[in-house]
């Protein structure tokens, strides 16, 4: 059974007849070539395969083709070029947060998540919001660092 | 010319941020076709048949006939098969592979696959195999290896003692949760096959492809991809999906991608062995330590693996940072009807020093003394003998690391308040630990004998050609850094890729904290060389690693330096738990370490503050237990590792003792951090609810056991 499902993706309308079943990781890796996302785990528990859904961080292994119909994803491969990104990474690379860097693109998507609705938060309220996205290398404080340098140096525009 | 330490931008770091980097998942060349295994699913079997549907056109089947050369992977002892053939010893081991174009038609064939198993008992403990008769899994005997040697004379000294304290700690297994799976590409062109992968040793699987295909080493090549984490568990595991996905591609003439999604990765890939360890210290008069015996016991599951030379570490590492006149240690490495163990980040020293320095901790709380001063008189010092009996040739500085973890953390003054304030669910506790740096016993010389090459071109840029993988701890990086800094050149002219073993010699496995001390120091001989011949235009240089003349090892005995330098450092962990959940607050981490000098400030940061965090994971969370040889945490949702509220910050401090041997004075660092977290951690929460621990993973479920 396939459906016709139409999203933005990037900032690009796109269209495409599939399986409204379709895990959308699979959708945006293997029909779009977006293999910034990662399966890491497959079950919604390490966010290596984070995106923007309509602003907010999901899963990409969770959601289903029929649940992004008419709504706004955006993975790193839109999300690396803005002027938000170019900030975080300048900051990632100030504060060395990248080890095997499978993590990564998850982590900066919920890194964006949570500055754009929360552009000054505290040490805390960091960790929180890089709670769903493991990473194995870093022991993460090297990667709150540089988020909350990051909003140190306001981040108000996209 | 800035020093070696200062922080550079990582040359990997651009396409890892932007997710440019290319893992093997994100490749799909031309025609290429996915493979899937199919496991045992009893943990002891003869396999009577196996019967396999009606195959769809483009869908094959790999299994041990298509093994042209030996089934068996190269190792230290050869017993593994790469694909089962009438027998199987554990649940997970590969039986036969499905390849074809869709996933879900794969699926669809594993689905109807039948095994037919003629079971046979399983022995499914260490306990059980300390008891098992013939027939026997491996060999003649229950284990896999025994090892035993002893320092002094115990005899002597055991019946001089007045006191002894007896302890027995447990350990569990741990999964490495590397955030990338295992996943292999296989390639074959009619002539040459190659395994493009996530890895860690690129030449183990280079001896894999030519042990099981019979073919010589001009047909087989194995080229790393970036690789999403190793922990050891992309150690020597990697050589059997590599042989899988290659078998597969030459059976098919196609392309072959394996990837394993979490739950197989789980169920199939090695883990760190859990231990029981046995220690007796014998007190004299007047309180002092004069000898001990030591019984290390692991379950090395169902093939031998690297068992042997972790058991070794295990057991040269299980006498501590501590300077004991008489020794008698004793060790085994059973087998079991278990997943197999194998390599883990400290590579049974995690085991060892959880279990001394609890052992530490009991004595000194038997004492009634501080265990963080009770320890400094026992520490090894320059000059002193090992308990293999290698004399320590370089300054150890562990009463500079005990002063500075005192200073930072306040660990005397806040142990003492704690333990008048019993009642309060707070506590303290330290651990003091070494790495010994490369290969144990003679391996580097005898075993590894590593290569390195180094090119300059005419343009005045400079390739290095090493086989020491990037798998996220910097090698693409700080081995650019020592060549660099050596031949006083801008390092953006010196270049180093991802290796290939068609151009890169075998320069050891990325392992054992010695790709920066030992392949670094290779490629600083080499640059040094260079550096005189600079004016030449173009030319290559290779170095070869030589034993320094100081270093003795006589590994019948088990007797001299066990490794070629140590890494030193303490933690100190403080908790709180609470009382009516038990669950335990982190509420500080503090950790001094030496490790000679740190070659790039950053890249050292991250290595030590995601080590302590997978030894705290260790130490309070990661638990996962078999039943009769099943895995039961074989998802993340039920196999925790700490995430970014888990644990607070962790203040470090380095103590500088540059080691002449390495290059820029640099020693191991990469496990070191893993080793030492769990006994603080464990201290901490003894002194805080008042009662012995024995084993960990330190769960609130375990806490409550105890209080109850």
């Given at each position: ?39 890491g785990c497959g079950e919604g528990e390490c966010g290596a395969c984070a995106v923007l859904l309509d602003g907010c961080l999901v899963n990409s292994c969770l959601l289903t083709a029929a649940m992004v119909a008419g709504k706004n994803i955006w993975t790193i491969e839109g999300y690396r070029e803005t002027e938000r990104f170019r900030l975080l990474k300048a900051k990632l690379e100030e504060h060395g947060s990248v080890q095997c860097g499978f993590c990564t693109p998850g982590i900066i998507m919920a890194a964006e998540a949570l500055l754009s609705k929360n552009p000054h938060p505290t040490e805390a309220e960091v960790r929180e919001g890089l709670s769903g996205n493991l990473c194995r290398c870093t022991g993460y404080t090297m990667i709150v660092d540089a988020v909350l340098a990051a909003s140190r140096e306001a981040l108000d525009s996209r | 010319m800035e020093t070696i330490s200062k922080a550079i931008k990582r ?698």
């Open positions: 059974m396939t459906e016709v499902i139409s999203f933005k993706l990037n900032g690009q309308e796109v269209l495409l007849k599939t399986d409204p079943a379709r895990r959308v990781l699979d959708i945006i890796r293997e029909d779009f070539d977006c293999t910034g996302p990662k399966e | 040359f990997d770091f651009d396409d890892k941020v932007e997710g440019k980097a290319e893992y093997c998942a994100d490749l799909h060349p031309e025609g290429m076709l996915y493979a899937r295994t199919v496991r045992s699913e009893v943990p002891r079997a003869k396999i009577r048949a196996i019967r396999l549907p009606e195959l769809p056109e483009g869908y094959t089947i790999v299994d041990h006939r298509d093994i042209p050369g030996k089934n068996v992977v190269p190792i230290v002892y050869e017993d593994q098969p790469f694909l089962a053939g009438d027998e199987v010893n554990y649940i997970g081991q590969p039986i036969l592979l499905v390849v074809g174009a869709d996933k879900e038609v794969i699926l669809d064939i594993i689905g109807k696959i039948e095994v037919d198993y003629e079971l046979l008992p399983p022995i499914l403990s260490i306990e059980a195999a300390t008891d098992a008769k013939a027939p026997f899994i491996f060999g003649d005997a229950p284990y896999f290896v025994a090892y035993s040697y002893a320092k002094g004379n115990p005899g002597k000294a055991i019946a001089q003692a007045v006191r002894v304290v007896e302890d027995e700690f447990r350990t569990g297994y741990q999964e490495h949760v590397y955030l990338e799976p295992q996943a292999m590409l296989g390639v074959y062109d009619g002539e040459c096959v190659s395994a493009y992968g996530s890895m860690q040793c690129p030449y183990y699987i280079h001896s894999g492809l030519k042990q099981a295909l019979g073919w010589g080493e001009e047909r087989v090549r194995v080229v790393q991809l970036p690789t999403g984490g190793g922990f050891g568990g992309k150690e020597e595991y990697p050589s059997i999906p590599g042989v899988h996905a290659a078998l597969a591609a030459i059976k098919t003439g196609k392309p072959v991608q394996l990837l394993f999604d979490r739950p197989e990765d789980i169920r199939a890939s090695t883990k760190r062995h859990p231990s029981i360890i046995r220690l007796k210290s014998y007190l004299d008069v007047e309180d002092r330590i004069i000898a001990r015996e030591i019984d290390v016991n692991l379950d090395a599951g169902a093939y031998a693996g690297l068992s042997s030379v972790v058991l070794q570490r295990s057991i040269f590492s299980v006498c501590g940072v501590y300077d004991i006149p008489n020794l008698k240690v004793t060790g085994k490495a059973y087998a079991t009807n278990n997943i197999v163990t194998g390599a883990f980040r400290g590579f049974g020293g995690p085991q060892a020093f959880f279990a001394i320095e609890m052992h530490m901790a009991h004595i000194a709380t038997e004492l009634g003394v501080d265990p963080l001063e009770w320890r400094r008189s026992y520490f090894l010092k320059k000059g002193d003998t090992s308990s293999t009996g290698g004399v320590f040739h370089s300054d150890i500085k562990l009463a500079e690391i005990a002063s500075a973890v005192e200073r930072l953390s306040d660990y005397q003054k806040k142990h003492s308040a704690f333990d008048s304030e019993k009642g309060f669910w707070k506590g303290v506790g330290c651990s003091f630990f070494f790495h010994g740096c490369g290969f144990t016993g003679a391996g580097e010389a005898e075993l590894l004998k590593s290569r390195v090459k180094l090119k300059k071109y005419a343009d005045g840029t400079v390739g290095i050609f090493v086989s020491s993988t990037e798998i996220g701890q910097g090698a693409l990086t700080t081995l650019r850094k020592i060549v660099a800094q050596t031949l006083a050149i801008p390092i953006g002219q010196v270049k180093q890729t991802y290796p290939d073993t068609a151009e890169c010699p075998d320069s050891g496995p990325t392992v054992a904290s010695r790709t920066v001390m030992i392949v670094g120091r290779l490629l600083q001989e080499c640059a040094e060389e260079m550096k005189k011949r600079w004016t030449e235009d173009t030319f290559e240089l290779t170095k070869d690693y030589v034993n320094p003349k100081h270093l003795y090892w006589d590994s019948e005995k088990l007797s001299g330096n066990a490794y070629p330098e140590y890494s030193w450092g303490a933690n100190v962990v403080e908790v709180a738990v609470d009382p009516v959940t038990y669950e335990v607050e982190t509420k500080g981490v503090w950790a001094v370490y030496d490790i000679g000098k740190p070659i790039d400030e950053k890249i050292v940061q991250g290595q030590i503050e995601g080590g302590i965090m997978q030894g705290l994971g260790y130490a309070a969370m990661e638990r996962l237990q078999s039943a009769g040889g099943k895995l039961l945490q074989d998802s993340l949702a039920e196999y925790l590792i700490p995430a970014a509220v888990d644990f607070p910050r962790i203040m470090v401090e380095l103590i500088e003792n540059p080691y002449a041997g390495g290059p820029f004075g640099a020693k191991g660092l990469g496990e070191l951090p893993m080793v030492g977290a769990a006994p603080a951690f464990a201290a901490a929460v003894e002194q805080a609810i008042g009662k012995k621990i024995d084993g960990i993973p330190v769960t609130p479920e375990y806490i409550r056991e105890l209080m109850t």
